[in-house]
């Protein structure tokens, strides 16, 4: 049960800040995500890095999505197309045929020169084809501040939602006319529609986005994205409270915010966490052996080898 999870983090915390081994809750595997797909050998956010990652073996490919003008979930990191088409324009300002006029591949290599903006539709239907697993990062495309103080303040002295209080949240939302919700809702029609609930995860760095899909699709699982701000550490705590205050499914750490004591605090309340982005070796060893659920990496030959040796993959 939930209070239950509660619970066993706090005894956790108490414990863990001395460890130097695994504590409870420690996974017997490490799952591996492709981060924007392999994209240390093909153009990031493209179909090329998405199959790639699944020749590869890779567990999961990621993704980044955000909306066209006209209202497409397309695939990409930057909210604009310098980087990777060397043009300045603004992917909100673009439409999907717009969008697709430009070569994304280019950059990385030649042969990729074909390469396009895909959507989210396109590349959810070639991770079912391929049979891999998709992270489904939204980005955030609104400024949600004070929406985000607002809920903290409505659900002060509450552990955990109630059924009262989601549905007063639900109404915040509704009425807020905050992008990120519409975003949220809409990546969730797509998901459902091509019937892949169970082959999703939706991670974002956004907390309106998570409170989104929590309350509109509990089926899906949902990760909070997060890291250790060093000169603010209170924001740490705050995206502790969202994580359990809507009983999200994970939260999802900069590999230099990972700590045994954050680590076993998380997995102790029965929750997820990946850990981006990693592509040193050694620092993959050593997450193995704390016993992350999953490693993001843009090098996802890499990180099998690595979790082999390591003893954190069956052999097939």
């Not at 409870?24 to 595997?29: I, T």
């Not at 750490?253 to 997995?267: D, K, Y």
């Not at 850990?275 to 992350?292: C, F, I, K, Q, S």
Request: hydrophobic share 45%.
């Amino acid at each position: 049960m939930r209070w239950t999870r509660i619970a066993a983090m706090a005894v956790v915390l108490c414990v863990a800040g001395c460890a130097t081994m695994p504590q409870p809750g420690y996974r017997p595997l490490t799952e591996v995500i492709a981060h924007r797909g392999a994209s240390a050998y093909a153009p990031e956010n493209t179909q090329a890095a998405f199959a790639l990652a699944a020749d590869m073996g890779a567990d999961w490919f990621e993704l980044d999505c955000m909306f066209s003008a006209d209202g497409h979930v397309v695939v990409i990191h930057d909210h604009d197309l310098e980087r990777v088409a060397g043009v300045a324009h603004r992917v909100e300002h673009l439409t999907l045929q717009q969008l697709r006029q430009f070569d994304v591949g280019s950059w990385k290599d030649p042969r990729f020169a074909d390469e396009r903006v895909p959507t989210l539709r396109q590349s959810l239907a070639l991770a079912n084809e391929r049979g891999i697993g998709v992270y489904v990062e939204i980005k955030s495309v609104d400024r949600d501040h004070e929406l985000v103080e607002a809920i903290l303040a409505k659900a002060e002295g509450a552990t955990i939602l109630s059924p009262k209080l989601s549905r007063e949240v639900a109404r915040m939302l509704d009425e807020s006319g905050s992008r990120n919700v519409a975003i949220a809702r809409k990546s969730v029609a797509i998901i459902r529609e091509l019937e892949m609930e169970d082959k999703v995860v939706i991670q974002s760095f956004s907390p309106i986005v998570c409170a989104a899909v929590a309350l509109e699709a509990p089926d899906i699982p949902i990760e909070l994205l997060g890291s250790e701000d060093k000169d603010h550490p209170e924001r740490f705590e705050v995206l502790l409270r969202w994580l359990y205050l809507f009983d999200l499914d994970g939260f999802n750490i900069h590999h230099e915010s990972v700590t045994l004591t954050r680590l076993a605090m998380v997995q102790a309340a029965d929750k997820r966490m990946a850990v981006w982005t990693v592509n040193d070796p050694e620092v993959m060893r050593r997450l193995a052996h704390w016993g992350v659920d999953a490693i993001i990496t843009d090098r996802p030959d890499l990180c099998l080898e690595v979790l082999k040796e390591a003893g954190r993959r069956r052999s097939p």
